[in-house]
């Protein structure tokens, strides 16, 4: 693939035209905005082919849904919306000033140029969905991405220059060592998506210049499902959502915590249900293969871990055979009841298999799940409204779905982000617009200065000093 240009270049190139350009007005954001929105409805097909060749066999239907529509649905919220948010908001001034015609306002500007760094498991939509808020807040920008999604790197970095110059948006491709390079500069915003161990080290290297970072992580997205549930409704949209890009997403439950007396009937209409989906899994188009070989070999670990270790482990959907394996497509694996130690208790699965695990008491899951790191997303299936709301009040997770799973990450128009080891900031919303706009606060004197004549300046007069202890008030 060729490098074309240095991100160290490209930030140079984009700051001196954000500097020489001025203000951005709202119709120049919004066509930066709607010249992705072009690239994608032009593009869509080419894109679509490309994420199928980097997963060896994505389906059509699944690359448009959640790449495609998903960041055409963040695009378009925010060029609708981009005129309502930029207006400078009045706020009271400073008194005595203000009775002398002092006024403030807040005003949010560009920040400047975007570094954006995004994943191989939602190629364009980590990329793209960011995007959307980063160019609504009129800044610049400079994408990075996934070397495991090549030819959608690849696709992309050839189709951005017919819609933007480089000093507007651009593209630089590579793997960890062009990444590093990439976090290292002295962007005025860094948006990262990855797992939290990279994250780590982009927040390390964003430390060294003070740049702001976003930070969209992962973790272990537990599911509680209350005693209250729909125990067939809740394993089938489980199950749903599980199989989305055969787990390899964010959001994807890891995690069903669920009473001891219906873990039976919970594993059963999951397996039911994902056989339903999937009754075969070699040669299936509809089965979202895992992305390449050591992400395969790496969950096949966690499974094979946890059942040397006494776990029961439940196939759900067409039993694997040579043909699967070779296409690494592979049935969903419920593993029941791993101990604590297993490497699938700890380590965030994001692939093709569920875990399983029982409580006596909501409360004892939501103790474990509080004493684990935050998680991007949390779960609540059932129907009695004091218990989800008291799950909801003990829990802190990115954001959350009741009684489904993923959904809450389809809101265009509310903030998507994680909490603790899921990441920190924002995009999508008027919130994941102020994250890349400066929150400016500006102070216009009054025609007047009463300081002087109110004897407040040097030499202080007597009375100042009873004035100022007559105004330390509760
Ligand atoms: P990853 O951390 O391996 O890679 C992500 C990006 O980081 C890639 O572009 C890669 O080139 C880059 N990178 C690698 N080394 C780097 C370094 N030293 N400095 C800077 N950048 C570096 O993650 P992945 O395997 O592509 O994605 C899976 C992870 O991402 C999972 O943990 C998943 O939960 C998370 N994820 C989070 C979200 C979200 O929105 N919160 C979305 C998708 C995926």
């Known amino acids: 693939m060729a490098r074309t240009e240095s991100p160290g270049s490209l930030l140079d190139r984009q700051r001196a035209a954000f500097v020489r350009e001025g203000p951005v007005g709202a119709a120049a954001r919004q066509g930066r905005i709607q010249r992705v929105i072009d690239l994608l409805v ?40 981009l005129p309502q948010w930029l207006a400078d908001q009045p706020r009271p001034s400073v008194p005595p000033f203000d009775q002398f015609g002092a006024t403030a306002w807040v005003k949010l500007q560009p920040k400047g140029v975007v570094g954006i760094i995004g994943t191989w498991n939602a190629p364009l939509f980590t990329l793209l969905a960011p995007l959307a808020s980063v160019f609504a807040a009129g800044n610049r920008a400079v994408l990075k991405p996934s ?22 948006l651009a593209v630089v491709t590579g793997g960890p060592e062009v990444a590093a390079e990439f976090s290292a500069q002295a962007w005025d915003h860094l948006v990262f998506t990855g797992s939290t161990e990279v994250g780590k080290l982009v927040m390390q290297a964003a430390a060294r210049n003070l740049v702001p ?22 394993a089938e949209r489980i199950a749903v959502g599980k199989a989305q890009n055969s787990g390899q997403l964010c959001v994807s439950p890891d995690v069903v915590w669920v009473h001891e007396s219906q873990v039976e009937a919970l594993v059963a209409a999951l397996q039911a249900t994902y056989a339903g989906l999937y009754p075969k899994t070699g040669g299936n188009p509809d089965v979202v293969p895992v992305v390449n070989a050591r992400h395969f070999e790496r969950v ?23 043909q699967a394996q070779a296409e690494r497509r592979m049935p969903l694996r419920i593993v029941v009841k791993p101990p604590a130690d297993a490497v699938i208790s700890q380590h965030e699965i994001f692939g093709p298999a569920l875990v399983v695990q029982s409580y006596d ?43 489904d799973v993923l ?35 500006v102070y216009k004197a009054g025609g007047h200065d009463p300081r002087r004549e ?21």
């Open 454 to 474: 109110w004897g407040m300046l040097p030499p202080y007069a007597p009375h100042l000093e009873g004035m100022m202890r007559a105004a330390v008030t509760a």
């Open 213 to 234: 970072v976003t930070l969209e992580l992962g973790g272990k997205s537990p599911v509680l499902v209350g005693r209250s549930a729909d125990i067939a409704m809740a």
């Open 42 to 81: 032009q593009h869509n097909d080419e894109l679509c082919a490309a994420m199928a060749d980097d997963f060896g066999g994505r389906p059509l239907v699944f690359s448009m849904m959640n790449d495609i529509l998903g960041s055409l649905g963040a695009l378009k919220a925010a060029r609708d919306h």
């Open 300 to 322: 096949e670990s966690y499974v094979a871990d946890a059942a040397a270790r006494g776990a029961q482990v439940v196939v759900a959907g067409g039993e694997p055979g040579r």
């Open 407 to 441: 959904m809450h990450a389809a809101l265009t128009e509310a903030p998507f982000g994680g909490v603790g080891s899921s990441g920190m900031g924002h995009y999508q919303g008027r919130e994941g617009f102020l994250a890349f706009s400066h929150v400016r606060s």
């Open 361 to 403: 008491q909501i409360r004892d899951a939501v103790g474990a799940i509080n004493q684990g790191p935050r998680p991007l997303a949390l779960y609540y299936f059932g129907n009695d409204e004091a218990e989800q709301a008291w799950v909801l009040d003990h829990t802190l997770s990115g954001g959350v779905a009741i009684n």
């Open 147 to 168: 070397e495991l999604a090549p030819r959608t790197a690849e696709t992309l970095q050839r189709r951005v220059p017919e819609f933007f110059s480089p000093d507007e």
